[in-house]
C-alpha cells in the first residue's frame, strides 16, 4: 500500500480506501462486513469511509465494531451528514443544530472519541454557508473532529467556502468527496483544478462506477442474475449506466487492460491515481477477495500511450452525466 497526504493536511490516507454504501448494514451481512474491513485493514488500507444516513446508522455501528480490534491512531475514519435522520424539520441538512446532533450521534454509533474526517455529504442551499462552516470549526476546537470535508460540491460552491473561512480564520476544508470513474468526468471541468488551487484532496468515490468497470456487464445483455444492477432496480446510479454505447466503451476499456495483463478494475483505478489532486479512491466490497483484486492497483504506472488509447475510448462517451 501506498499514501498520499489528504490535500495539504498532514494527514496521509491510504490510496485505496473502503466504502461502506450500499453494502455494510444492508446488503452485506455483519460477519462478511468485519472480514472485509479486516481484510482491508491486512492490505494497509488505513482510510474507511462511511455515513450517518447508511442504512440509518447502521454501517457506522458495524464499522465501528470491526475496528475495535485496532489501535486507534492506525486508521482513519470519515463519516457524512445532510441527509435525513429523522422526521423532523431540523433532521437534515447542515444546519449548526443538525451538524452537532449528528457528529455526537456518529460518535456514539462509531464507539469513538473523534472522528478523523468529518464531511458534508451534500451542499444545503437553505442555510448560510458561515454556518456550516462556523460549526465544523467548532467541532475541530473542541477535538470531536480532526478535519472537515464537503461532498459533492460544485467548485464555486468550494471557491466560496475557502474564501469564507480564509476571512473568518476558520479551520480549512481538506477534502471533497465526488464521484469519479472513467465513466463520469465532470470533476475535471472545474472542481479539480479550484481543489488544487486551494489544497483540497479528493477522496472519489464510485470509481469502478459500481461494478459496471469490472467489466462483469456486457453490451447487448442480460444483467448477470447474482449482480448489484440486477437486484437493486432503485438505484439510480448503476441504472444510468446500462446503455449500449456506454458498455461498448467497457468492453473496449477490457480488453485494453488484458493487452496489458490487468484487470480492468485494476486498469480503471490506476488511472484515476495518475491524478496528483486525487488522494483515495474509495471501494466497496462484499468479499475480501475483492479487496485483494483492487488494491493490486497501487503503485501501477500508466504509460502515456496507454493513456492515449483510454482518451480515444472515452472520447465516444463524452460528457456521460446523465443524472446531473
Known amino acids: 500500500m501506498q499514501y498520499r497526504r489528504l490535500g ?3 494527514l496521509k490516507v ?8 450500499l453494502t455494510y448494514g444492508k446488503a452485506v451481512g455483519d460477519q462478511t462486513a468485519h472480514d472485509c474491513i479486516h481484510k482491508a485493514y491486512e492490505l494497509g ?6 455515513a450517518n444516513a447508511y442504512e440509518n446508522g447502521q454501517a457506522e455501528v458495524v464499522l465501528g465494531e470491526a475496528l475495535k480490534a485496532y489501535s486507534r491512531n492506525s486508521y482513519v475514519v470519515a463519516t457524512k451528514l445532510f441527509f435525513p435522520m429523522g422526521d423532523g424539520p431540523n433532521d437534515k441538512g447542515l444546519s449548526r443544530k443538525h451538524i452537532i446532533e449528528q457528529c455526537d450521534a456518529s460518535l456514539k454509533r462509531l464507539g ?5 474526517l468529518y464531511q458534508c455529504h451534500r451542499f444545503d442551499p437553505n442555510v448560510p454557508m458561515e454556518e456550516t462552516l462556523y460549526a465544523l470549526h467548532d467541532l475541530v476546537i473542541q477535538g470531536k473532529i480532526l478535519y472537515a470535508g464537503v461532498s459533492e460540491w460544485t467548485g464555486s460552491q468550494i471557491e466560496k467556502a475557502v474564501g469564507i473561512q480564509k476571512a473568518e480564520h476558520l479551520r480549512p476544508i481538506i477534502s471533497n468527496q465526488p464521484i469519479y470513474n472513467m465513466i463520469e468526468r465532470y470533476i475535471e471541468e472545474d472542481v479539480l483544478p479550484v481543489c488544487e488551487q486551494s489544497g483540497i484532496g479528493q477522496v472519489v468515490f464510485s470509481p469502478l462506477a459500481q461494478g459496471v468497470l469490472t467489466g462483469k456487464y456486457k453490451p447487448n445483455a442480460d444483467k448477470p442474475l447474482d449482480s448489484r444492477a440486477a437486484n437493486d432496480t432503485t438505484n439510480g446510479v448503476i441504472n444510468s449506466y446500462f446503455r449500449n454505447d456506454v458498455l461498448e466503451c467497457v468492453e473496449k476499456l477490457n480488453n485494453l487492460a488484458s493487452e496489458q495483463n490487468l484487470s480492468l478494475s485494476q486498469l480503471a483505478l490506476a488511472w484515476i491515481l495518475r491524478k496528483p489532486g486525487v ?4 471501494i466497496g466490497a462484499s468479499r475480501p477477495q475483492q479487496i485483494e483484486e483492487n488494491v493490486k492497483a497501487v503503485g501501477i504506472k500508466l504509460d502515456s500511450e496507454v493513456l492515449k488509447q483510454i482518451e480515444v475510448i472515452l472520447e465516444e462517451i463524452k460528457g456521460f452525466s446523465p443524472l446531473r
Open 45 to 50: 488500507i488505513n482510510f474507511f469511509d462511511t
Open 8 to 10: 495539504n493536511s498532514g
Open 112 to 116: 469513538l472519541d473523534y472522528i478523523d
Open 14 to 21: 491510504s490510496e485505496i480506501g473502503l466504502g461502506s454504501w
Open 279 to 282: 488522494s483515495s479512491a474509495i
